[in-house]
């Protein structure tokens, strides 16, 4: 549902963006003649040939191009800005055959290494798909993105990891310090750029100081690539093309962030993210199916390949934030050993609690709140000065990630409930490692952020958060 705001704003958006594809459109035909009038050594390999380029798109990929997903209200036209519109579409499978294509020109200055990091929550998507488990499902895309010239594929858990571990210790530190700072508590999870987009720049100064300052998996995994991985291959981060796989499109406004820009090589942190969606029309195009792909194990930041099975977190179909900050809150805090959270659904299944008493006191209060209702109630709540939580999983689809929309719709661009529940299948078979076990972060944390409390970690694994003056005033609409 949208306000008249918003919808007004949305047409200019949606206008914006036919008129960029069009500039689009009129710039790929002069780029095709100046291929045809070359000598030919220099025409681009046959990895997406102009013909592909051209080719009548399929009514999903149609469908892709045309609509503005963003979470619906969420991170709509009323936040994003024109220059951000045309960055965001910039971001798109061309992009991607753009560089791939450089890297095969005699011309190196301008090759790039290729690095595809894939978020957990993309992989249910192929597994589904193509009926494979998750793990061969992900060998299988490492063969694919492999074999079209990608030179590294990464698992991006390690930077959930990362997040999980840093906003367990922010949690802990705001509860503690509850009576002597104003803002400190509800504390709202960070991860979901669909959330921190409408925070930003609608709700503002009301919300921004109750968000946790740990960066999201993505923002993290950009700095690992760009910072700790370009380091140790010997590189410049501008030499380094980053690619994210995601659920969905909020993701491709995260990655303009100022705050995961380094100025010097004039390079993003993430260069570009598609959606799983955006892979898969790929695979289409190239008439491939992941089943004939090879299976080939993930990369590791340490430059060695990963043969172990992929591991995910526990948690409702997200990153599990709310289960590890409980249980981890519950030890530190009250010494109590937490093995399993009871749910109580409140409104819908979509916005549920777990609390934890002691002594006959309420001593933990944490909500998920999911989609955008849910969201606007708990907003409310915090703006009446009635929102008991000590801590809130905010993500703005209803379902959680899983049911991002650059996966989980159907060709006509409804939700796809019968894929969403073979992903929520075999996402739930994957085995749950908790992120203080991972070897690898704690080597991290020596080798490239120099201890766990360091300066450099609240440099690369933390941000702040902008707040603008609000472009509408939101909290009134009836919804
Ligand atoms: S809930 Fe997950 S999939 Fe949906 S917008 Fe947020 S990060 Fe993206």
Redesign the pocket.
């Known amino acids: 549902m949208k306000c008249d705001n918003c919808t007004k704003k949305m047409y200019d958006f949606r206008l914006a963006v036919h008129l960029l594809q069009w500039v689009e459109a009129i710039n790929s035909v002069e780029c095709n003649k100046k291929q045809k009038n070359g000598d030919g050594q220099n025409a681009p390999v046959d990895v997406l040939s102009s013909n592909e380029e051209n080719a009548e798109p399929s009514e999903f990929h149609k469908l892709a191009n045309s609509k503005i997903f963003l979470?619906d209200c969420l991170a709509c036209d009323s936040c994003v800005t024109s220059d951000e519109a045309a960055r965001v579409f910039q971001q798109n499978q061309k992009e991607f055959f753009h560089v791939l294509n450089l890297n095969k020109k005699c011309d190196t200055s301008k090759h790039k290494v290729l690095a595809v990091s894939i978020c957990p929550?993309s992989l249910p998507y192929f597994a589904a798909k193509f009926n494979l488990c998750v793990t061969e499902a992900a060998k299988r895309l490492c063969g694919f993105l492999k074999c079209l010239g990608v030179h590294y594929v990464f698992d991006t858990t390690i930077a959930a990891d990362f997040s999980i571990l840093e906003s367990q210790k922010e949690f802990v530190q705001r509860y503690r310090n509850q009576n002597q700072e104003e803002h400190a508590l509800p504390m709202f999870a960070s991860?979901?750029?669909?959330?921190i987009q409408y925070a930003e720049r609608v709700l503002s100064s009301l919300v921004t100081p109750h968000i946790c300052t740990a960066k999201s998996p993505q923002q993290i995994m950009g700095s690992l690539i760009k910072g700790y991985f370009a380091r140790q291959q010997n590189l410049s981060s501008d030499k380094i093309f980053h690619i994210i796989v995601a659920?969905?499109y909020?993701?491709k406004l995260e990655a303009l962030r100022e705050d995961v820009y380094a100025p010097l090589y004039h390079s993003q942190d993430v260069d570009c993210v598609l959606t799983s969606g955006e892979v898969f029309q790929v695979m289409e195009q190239r008439k491939v199916s992941l089943k004939e792909a090879a299976e080939v194990p993930f990369d590791t930041l340490f430059g060695g390949i990963n043969e172990s099975d992929l591991m995910r977190h526990d948690g409702r179909r997200?990153d599990g934030y709310l289960e590890h900050i409980f249980k981890h809150a519950a030890k530190e805090l009250f010494d109590t050993e937490v093995k399993e959270l009871t749910y109580k659904v409140l409104k819908n299944k979509d916005f549920q609690e777990v609390t934890l008493e002691k002594g006959g006191e309420t001593v933990l209060r944490f909500a998920a709140a999911y989609g955008f209702r849910n969201i606007q109630n708990m907003v409310l709540k915090l703006k009446k000065g009635k929102c008991s939580y000590h801590f809130v999983e905010v993500?703005?689809?209803p379902g959680?990630?899983l049911n991002?929309k650059g996966q989980a719709q159907t060709e006509d661009g409804k939700p796809d409930k019968a894929l969403l529940k073979q992903m929520e299948e075999v996402y739930a078979a994957v085995p749950v490692q908790l992120p203080e076990t991972n070897g690898h972060v704690q080597k991290l944390y020596q080798e490239w952020l120099e201890g766990m409390d360091s300066v450099k970690v609240q440099q690369s694994l933390h941000t702040k958060y902008s707040s603008e003056k609000p472009v509408a005033n939101s909290l009134d609409i009836k919804w």
């Open positions: 979470s929550q991860a979901c750029p669909g959330w659920p969905c909020d993701k997200s993500l703005a689809c959680g990630c991002g």
